[in-house]
């Protein structure tokens, strides 16, 4: 795994942490399965992939819950990143704000726009939910939140987190665990008390994100022992986790808890995860989540679901996929990546810019 130095750059700005590849590599993975496996399947009649094999059959079902493995990942990385005092000032919080609208809002704008423009007439795109996904609000609305560019309900969740954890690292460490405590709490409260079996349910969109991101957070803070508990262990916790059969329980439980950590902690130990196949995916990730449900969409739209033997599935499948990324390479390309180095080269030129100014405003 690895760890950023304690060193400070000079002047005190505490320095960037390296990037854990081998987590980019799971987010690419996590993205798949959710791209590829779980809604893809709105694209055929129903029970075209029933006779897949028991883990393919595995993604068609419970492709939904690598959503919460998103979470949970988010939740490590941003105490990997951020958990250095870099919070506890006002740049460090302009700087984070800056950096979360720049990597995620372009992006979720465009699909925003290109649903707008092709679906409008779809019952669940009402003005009210295009207002909710322009201010990032989509996960508080409901199942009215899965319209336009259903997927991107889990972004808006995750800025919920970000906001919960920057305030908190911003205040102290007591602050933070507090909060971390709080939110897997009451998170835990509401799938015992509420939660259903199967699933999704729209009515767990935030306790997902916040129990997924905060035992993250969790991971992080006890990395040291984690290290030492044997592989296979956690092999078999994963294991656990995604088979247990939760009678009435939400199936989010053992997944978070159990199945996620494991598959984050093992992933940290397996060099694979940082081949160059893995950081490319990792790379395109969010661009594949954005932009494959569009294309499922337009599908739908003109043409209706496909029907067929099972070499017309898979070759229609496997269409799907090289379509996916591909435009996901071109997105990340030439539209995510820069509009997030303009959005956040524009705001240090600012932020320079009125430092400069201050010393000329004190001294007239």
């Known amino acids: ?148 560019n259903g997927p991107s309900w889990s972004i808006s969740v995750e800025i919920l987190c970000y906001i919960l954890f920057a305030v908190a690292a911003s205040s102290s460490r007591r602050a933070l665990y507090l909060v ?37 957070q969790v991971l992080w803070h006890a990395r040291a022992p984690l290290a030492r508990v044997p592989t296979v262990v956690f092999v078999g916790v994963l294991a656990f986790g995604c088979v247990i059969d939760v009678g009435s329980f939400s199936p989010v439980l053992p997944l978070t808890i159990l199945a996620w950590p494991a598959a984050l902690l093992l992933a940290l130990r397996l060099r694979a995860m940082e081949t160059a196949p893995l950081r490319w995916l990792g790379d395109r990730s969010y661009s594949i989540y954005l932009i494959h449900q569009p294309i499922v969409y337009s599908v739908g739209a003109f043409y209706g679901r496909i029907a067929g033997p099972d070499w017309v599935i898979w070759g229609v499948h496997a269409l799907f996929i090289a379509v996916v990324l591909l435009l996901s390479d071109i997105s990340y ?8 180095t303009a959005i956040r080269e524009a705001w240090e030129r600012r932020r320079k810019s009125r430092e400069r100014d201050l010393p000329a405003t004190a001294a007239s």
């Open 1 to 148: 795994m690895e760890e950023r130095s304690p060193e400070t750059r000079s002047g005190g700005t505490p320095p960037e942490p390296r990037r854990i590849t081998r987590l980019d590599g799971l987010r690419g993975v996590a993205a798949c399965v959710v791209a590829f496996f779980y809604h893809p399947q709105n694209l055929f009649v129903l029970g075209a992939f029933d006779q897949s094999g028991a883990v393919v059959t595995w993604f068609h079902q419970w492709g939904w819950a690598f959503v919460d493995l998103f979470f949970v990942l988010s939740g490590y990385v941003f105490a990997h990143v951020y958990l250095d005092g870099r919070l506890q000032s006002r740049v460090g919080m302009s700087s984070f704000a800056v950096a979360r609208v720049a990597r995620l809002y372009p992006l979720h704008l465009l699909t925003l726009f290109i649903c707008a423009a092709l679906f409008w007439d779809e019952p669940r795109n009402t003005l009210l939910t295009f207002i909710g996904h322009l201010f990032m609000l989509q996960g508080v609305l409901g199942p009215e939140g899965r319209g336009f």
């Open 180 to 216: 971390t405590a709080g939110a897997i709490g009451i998170t835990l409260v509401h799938f015992l008390a509420f939660g259903e079996p199967g699933g999704p349910w729209s009515g767990d969109l935030i306790p997902r994100g916040l129990l997924g991101f905060f035992i993250g």
């Open 333 to 340: 390309r030439f539209f995510e990546r820069p509009c997030r």
